[in-house]
C-alpha cells in the first residue's frame, strides 16, 4: 500500500539517497554545442526535501529530466537508492500534464495500470491517493472541468500513488495563485512529512526554497553549476504564514538572493553582448 | 430557447433560403420548367419514389456501399497513421507511397476495380475503402506526431510500454485530428461512390442519377442530387454527435 496510509503521523520509512556525482549535459545544435549543465555533485539524504533555486536557463530542469529518466547526462553518473519502494520516482510538472481523455481516477491510477497492479488494489491506492489530496468527491470528473489547483492536486495524487522513493517536482505551484499556492505548499509538506520521501523541488522562488525545503541549491546559469547549497535552519511542518514574517526568514531570503542577483545580472549582460 | 437550439435553428436557414429563392424563381417565369424543375415539381416526384419504394431502394444500396467502405477502409488507416507517428521505419515506407498515391483521382482506378473485383457491390466498395484510407491516414498521423510533449513525458516517467502508450496516449491524442480525418473521409466517400455508379451497376443514387439523365427525367435526377445531399447531411450530423460523445474533453 504505502503511498497514503496516515496523514499527520511521521514516516517509518526513508526515501531515497540519490548520489549525482560529477554530471554534465551538452545539447548538439545546429550552430554548436550548449553547455547546458555542468559537472554536477550533489547528495540527497533519504527522506530529505530539497529545493533547487536559480535563474531561467541555470539548467535545473533539465537536471530534473536527467534524475527522471526523461534525458541522459553526457557524462557523470547518478545513483539512486531505492530499497523498499515500489518505484524509484515519479515527476510532477510545471503543467499539470494530465491526459486530457482520462477521468481524475484513470490519471491518479496512470502509474498502477502501467506496472500492472491487479484494478481492485489499484482503485483502492487511487482513492486513499485522492483522499490524501481531498478530491475524492471528484474521480470521475476529466481535468477540463476541475481548475487549477485541483488540476495540480490530482498531478500529485498521480505521482504519490506509485508509491515513489524520490518525489521530482518542476516548479508545480508557478501557474496558480497565490492563495491556492500556499494552500498546496503546506499540504505537500505535511504529506511529505508523513510518507518519508525524498524530495528535490525546482522553483524559481527564494521564498518558495526556503519555506519547504531542509536544504537549498543555489544554481548559476550558462552553464549550469551549483553556485552554493544552504542549509535552511527552520524545522519541519513549519507555519508557512508566521515564518514568511520572521526576521530570520527575511535576512536568509536577502542573503540568498544576493548570491541570485550576481547570477542574474550576470546572466543578462551575456545576454546581451 | 437555449443556445445550441439556437445553433441548430441558425444550421438550416441557409438552405432553406436557397431552395425558397429557386422556387420563386421559376413562379416568376425565369427560366424554363422542362430542363430546371422547380423545388415542389421534385417534391412531387420524390414523394412518388418514396411511395414506391424505387427511392428507399438505391439509398440503401448506396449507404450499404459507403457504409462497408467507409470502415474498411478507416479502420486500417487509423492504425497505419498511429504506427507512423511512433516508428520511423514505418513512416520512411510509407511516406512515399501516400505522396504518390493521394494525388491520383480515385474514380480514375474503376476501370481497373472492376477488373479487379467484377461489376458487383465489391468493385464499389473497394473504391470507397481506398478514398477514405487517404485522408484520414494523413490527418491520423498529424494528429498523432503533434501530441504535446509533455504527454510522452509523463508517459514515459511513469512506466508506460509501447503498447500502453499506443493505445492510451497516441491515439487519445490523435482522436480530434482523427475526426476531422473522417470529416473528409465521409464526404470524399459519397463523392467518388456516387460517379462510380454512373457506369457498370444497376442500382444506387449514381445510378439513379445518370439513369435519368439519359432518360431525360430531370426532375428524378434532382430528386437523386437532393437525395445525397440529405445523406451526405444525416451522415455527417451523425458523426459529429459521435465526435461529441467520444471527445467530451473538446467542447468546452
Not at chain 2, 419504394?53 to 478507416?74: D, K
Request: glycine share 8%; proline share 4%; with cysteine.
Amino acid at each position: 500500500m504505502g503511498a497514503a496510509e496516515s496523514s499527520s503521523a511521521v514516516a517509518e520509512r526513508r526515501g531515497a539517497a540519490v548520489q549525482i556525482a560529477n554530471v554534465s549535459k551538452t545539447y548538439s545544435s545546429g550552430t554548436g554545442q550548449l553547455l547546458a549543465v555542468s559537472d554536477i555533485s550533489l547528495q540527497v539524504r533519504p527522506g530529505e526535501f530539497l529545493c533547487i533555486v536559480g535563474p531561467s536557463g541555470c539548467g535545473k530542469s533539465t537536471l530534473l529530466r536527467i534524475l527522471a529518466g526523461l534525458d541522459r547526462q553526457t557524462s557523470g553518473t547518478i545513483d539512486v537508492q531505492a530499497n523498499g519502494w515500489a518505484v524509484e520516482n515519479a515527476m510532477v510538472f510545471q503543467e499539470s500534464g494530465l491526459f486530457p481523455w482520462m477521468s481524475v481516477a484513470a490519471n491518479v491510477g496512470f502509474g498502477l495500470m502501467t506496472r500492472n497492479v491487479p484494478p481492485a488494489e489499484a482503485s483502492a491506492r487511487v482513492e486513499a491517493a485522492l483522499k490524501l489530496v481531498g478530491l475524492t468527491k471528484f474521480y470521475r470528473h476529466y481535468p477540463h472541468q476541475l481548475s487549477g489547483g485541483m488540476r495540480q492536486r490530482t498531478a500529485i495524487a498521480r505521482a504519490f500513488v506509485t508509491d515513489p522513493a524520490l518525489l521530482l517536482m518542476d516548479e508545480p505551484f508557478a501557474a496558480l495563485d497565490a492563495q491556492n499556492r500556499v494552500i498546496l505548499q503546506a499540504e505537500l509538506v505535511r504529506i511529505c512529512e508523513a510518507t518519508g520521501k525524498t524530495v528535490i523541488y525546482i522553483t524559481h522562488s527564494i521564498e518558495e526554497a526556503l519555506l519547504l525545503g531542509d536544504r537549498t541549491v543555489v544554481m548559476t546559469a550558462h552553464p549550469g553549476r551549483i553556485k552554493q547549497i544552504i542549509d535552511v535552519p527552520f524545522k519541519r511542518l513549519r507555519n508557512l504564514m508566521t515564518l514568511s514574517a520572521s526576521a530570520e526568514f527575511g535576512a536568509l531570503k536577502l542573503d540568498i538572493w544576493r548570491v541570485l542577483e550576481e547570477e542574474v545580472m550576470r546572466a543578462r549582460a551575456e545576454a546581451e553582448q | 430557447m437555449n443556445a445550441k437550439m439556437q445553433e441548430r435553428m441558425l444550421y438550416l436557414i441557409s438552405p432553406i433560403a436557397l431552395i425558397a429563392l429557386w422556387q420563386g424563381l421559376l413562379m416568376l417565369g425565369i427560366g424554363d420548367r422542362r430542363f430546371v424543375p422547380a423545388p415542389s415539381d421534385i417534391a412531387e416526384r420524390a414523394w412518388e419514389m418514396i411511395t414506391n419504394g424505387e427511392l428507399a431502394y438505391h439509398s440503401a444500396v448506396t449507404l450499404y456501399r459507403v457504409i462497408v467502405g467507409f470502415i474498411l477502409g478507416v479502420v486500417p488507416a487509423v492504425a497505419a497513421g498511429l504506427l507512423m507517428a511512433m516508428f520511423r521505419p514505418v513512416r520512411i515506407f510509407f511516406d512515399p507511397l501516400i505522396a504518390s498515391l493521394f494525388p491520383i483521382p480515385k474514380v480514375a482506378l474503376m476501370p481497373l476495380l472492376l477488373l479487379a473485383f467484377g461489376f458487383g457491390d465489391a468493385s464499389k466498395i473497394a473504391l470507397v475503402v481506398i478514398a477514405v484510407f487517404f485522408p484520414v491516414v494523413v490527418n491520423t498521423y498529424v494528429g498523432a506526431a503533434n501530441i504535446e510533449k509533455i504527454y510522452w513525458d509523463v508517459a514515459r516517467n511513469y512506466g508506460a510500454s509501447q503498447p500502453i502508450i499506443f493505445r492510451r496516449i497516441v491515439f487519445f491524442g490523435a482522436l480530434p485530428m482523427i475526426f476531422a480525418g473522417l470529416r473528409i473521409a465521409l464526404a470524399v466517400s459519397f463523392i467518388v461512390l456516387v460517379a462510380a455508379e454512373f457506369v457498370a451497376t444497376k442500382a444506387g443514387i449514381g445510378y439513379l442519377i445518370w439513369n435519368s439523365w439519359e432518360l431525360l427525367q430531370v426532375d428524378k435526377m434532382f430528386v437523386g442530387i437532393v437525395t445525397v445531399g440529405i445523406l451526405g447531411l444525416i451522415a455527417t450530423v451523425l458523426l459529429q454527435e459521435i465526435e461529441r460523445k467520444v471527445i467530451p474533453w473538446k467542447a468546452e
